[in-house]
Every structure is written in structure tokens, then in C-alpha cells.
T-cell receptor, first 115, second 111 residues
Framework: GAGVSQSPSNKVTEKGKDVELRCDPI?????LYWYRQRLGQGLEFLIY????????KSGLPSDRFSAERTGESVSTLTIQRTQQEDSAVYLC?????????????FGPGTRLTVT | KQEVTQIPAALSVPEGENLVLNCSFT??????LQWFRQDPGKGLTSLLL?????REQTSGRLNASLDKSSGRSTLYIAASQPGDSATYLC??????????FGSGTKLNVKP
């Protein structure tokens, strides 16, 4: 079956503009995660969804960042008034939470460049 | 604060060599640990997942071990090949809510 998909694959935006990133998880996966990876660094946890709820938003770096999930499927990560430090690859992962393993499957990421 | 450290940060070896990548974590009460590879410009590919009750997992030329008490995991790659060149990441979870990643080991296998 299809894996995790993300769109767009690349996004260049001007400082101060809003951007919306999309993640389509594997069908049936109940959990969805967003991460940020700055150049040369590891993954930084942003937010986790169980179904359409986000019990843990502790990783969102500021109130400019928000995320939602609908239909226990697609999720969007929105960054308002983008700053240059938001430039990074944003990765989405999903997992089947009722599996005892909680193995994560990642999408290819969205590379965001803020000019 | 949970921290995950990977050593070395980079590694270059000739083809055919066996090698070990290290991952350490500060809080030993993990739920599971997962090893990934990341190719340039791409997402993460899961390699092995070890539950906290397990000591090792094997897949082909890869073997991952887990020592919870010492807060360590190793990824052993046998008979390395140029196609193994990538960045290897380990991730630790304490529940299903969140995973903590190391900054990775960049592996280069020279033909």
C-alpha cells in the first residue's frame, strides 16, 4: 500500500508569509507525528496526534506554529509569519497505535526555505 | 530531560568492513528504540525496532542490541557495502507520544 506522503516537497517563501504543509499518513494509522530537522541536526519533535486530538503540543516552538488533523487522516502544519529560523525539513510520520510496537513510518519531508 | 547521543558523528570505512554504531540515552525507562537510515534529501527508513523487553533484533546484515540498564544500543553492520552509505539515526520512546532522536552517525563506505 501507499506510504506516508507529504506536500509540497519543496517550499520557498518570503519572511512574514504564512505556509501550510500537508501530511497524508498510511491508511488506518491512528497516530501521526510532526518533526523538524534543521540542516545538519537531528529530528526535533513538534507535535503528536492520536486520532484527531493532539494531547502533546509541547514541541511546537512558538504560537506561530499550529497543526490540525481531520478525519483521522490528513494533517496540516501551519506556520504563520514565517521567520528565517523556520527554514528546515519538516517530516511527518505515522504509526498504528494499537500495535505493540508503535513503529514509525516517515514521509519524504517538506523542505521549507524562508528568504 | 531525555537526551539521545550517537557516537561517532561520522565514520568512513572501506567496503567489506564490519562496523558498530553507538546510541546512548539518559533515561533507561524506555518503551522501545528504533534505528533508521536517512539518505540525503529523503525521509527516514526504519531499519530495526527493539522493544524494551528485547535484547536484540536482526535483519539481514544488520543487528541491533539493547542494554537498558546501561542506557545503550548498538547497530552492527556486517560486511559493509557502498550502498550502506547514509546517516543512521536512533530514536527512543518512553511512550507512544513522543520519540527522542539522536543527531545521527554519517556513514561513508568506500568502494
Amino acid at each position: 500500500g501507499a506510504g506516508v506522503s507529504q506536500s509540497p516537497s519543496n517550499k520557498v517563501t518570503e519572511k512574514g508569509k504564512d505556509v501550510e504543509l500537508r501530511c497524508d499518513p498510511i491508511s488506518g494509522h491512528t497516530a501521526l507525528y510532526w518533526y523538524r530537522q534543521r540542516l545538519g541536526q537531528g529530528l526535533e519533535f513538534l507535535i503528536y496526534f492520536q486520532g484527531n486530538s493532539a494531547p502533546d503540543k509541547s514541541g511546537l516552538p512558538s504560537d506561530r506554529f499550529s497543526a490540525e488533523r481531520t478525519g483521522e487522516s490528513v494533517s496540516t502544519l501551519t506556520i504563520q509569519r514565517t521567520q528565517q529560523e523556520d527554514s528546515a525539513v519538516y517530516l511527518c510520520a505515522s504509526s498504528f497505535i494499537w500495535s505493540t510496537e508503535y513503529e514509525q513510518y516517515f514521509g519524504p519531508g517538506t523542505r521549507l526555505t524562508v528568504t | 530531560k531525555q537526551e539521545v547521543t550517537q557516537i561517532p558523528a561520522a565514520l568512513s570505512v572501506p567496503e567489506g568492513e564490519n562496523l558498530v554504531l553507538n546510541c546512548s540515552f539518559t533515561d533507561s525507562a524506555i518503551y522501545n528504540l528504533q534505528w533508521f537510515r536517512q539518505d540525503p534529501g529523503k525521509g527516514l527508513t526504519s531499519l530495526l525496532l527493539i522493544q524494551s523487553s528485547q535484547r536484540e533484533q536482526t535483519s539481514g546484515r544488520l543487528n541491533a542490541s539493547l542494554d537498558k540498564s546501561s542506557g545503550r544500543s548498538t547497530l552492527y553492520i556486517a560486511a559493509s557495502q557502498p550502498g550502506d552509505s547514509a546517516t543512521y539515526l536512533c530514536a527512543v520512546s518512553y511512550n507512544f507520544n513522543k520519540f527522542y532522536f539522536g543527531s545521527g552517525t554519517k556513514l561513508n563506505v568506500k568502494p
